[in-house]
């Protein structure tokens, strides 16, 4: 049973680019959170999906955006990057009380 | 969520039991204690979470104090592998709508040393 899977692995933009990442949750799971974690500090969170529905939002601004599909897959998008953007952002699926997170995507904004 | 507070950094000798201590004095009823670790750029692994009883699995120990104002993660048997940062967090009780955001610190950084 594959766990959380995260694409791409790493990238690089630009300033001002948009970028999408990709997540596919554990077998199973229905509800699929993004967090941000930049470098030395923990991961926040940024918004939580379910029934393709975003249902909670952290402190992000609108240039994030995501969406889910009926597969439960989902994909984190943010827009006019800034080099504040550059972190690993994560993806955790869960089920019931328990979240698994994916192995990140390294975001290098340049 | 209740706030947590955890050591900075630890360290403990391979094969010795590790001791992870974490407060959450203003910890509500209906919120559950959550343990995680990362170990260095990647994603944070799911360890052992409680309520109020103690609670074991193949990783770890939990112990929650009785007030459940405090709890010690314990890694029995400690190994090199295990150097990672672990996280204390106390989320709202997950099943319950609108509440499952997991809110972490700084985390403890623990370095198992040969």
């Known amino acids: 049973d594959a766990g959380v899977t995260q694409s791409p692995t790493h990238l690089i933009k630009t300033r001002g680019q948009q970028v999408t990442l990709r997540c596919s949750p554990k077998s199973g799971h229905d509800t699929v959170s993004w967090y941000q974690q930049a470098l030395g500090q923990g991961p926040q969170f940024i918004f939580q999906y379910y029934e393709e529905e975003e249902r909670q939002r952290g402190n992000f601004p609108d240039r994030f955006s995501g969406h889910q599909f009926p597969n439960y897959s989902s994909e984190l998008n943010v827009n006019a990057l800034l080099l504040g953007d550059s972190a690993l952002y994560l993806c955790?699926?869960?089920?019931?009380?328990?979240?698994?997170f994916g192995p990140g995507t390294r975001l290098t904004v340049l | 969520d209740a706030k947590t507070t955890q050591p900075t950094s630890m360290d403990c000798a391979e094969g010795r039991a590790a001791n992870l201590p974490c407060n959450h004095s203003t910890i509500s009823g209906n919120e559950y204690v959550y343990w995680y670790r990362q170990i260095h750029s990647q994603g944070p692994q799911y360890i052992i979470h409680g309520l109020k009883n103690n609670e074991t699995n193949e990783m770890a120990s939990l112990i929650i104090t009785e007030d459940r104002k405090s709890s010690t993660l314990i890694l029995p048997h400690a190994t090199l592998r295990d150097t990672a940062v672990y996280y204390c967090?106390?989320?709202?009780?997950?099943?319950?709508?609108?509440?499952?955001?997991?809110?972490f610190g700084q985390g403890t950084r623990l370095t198992i040393n040969p």
């Open positions: 955790a699926s869960r089920q019931y009380n328990e979240q698994f």
């Open positions: 967090i106390a989320p709202v009780n997950p099943l319950s709508e609108g509440a499952q955001k997991l809110v």
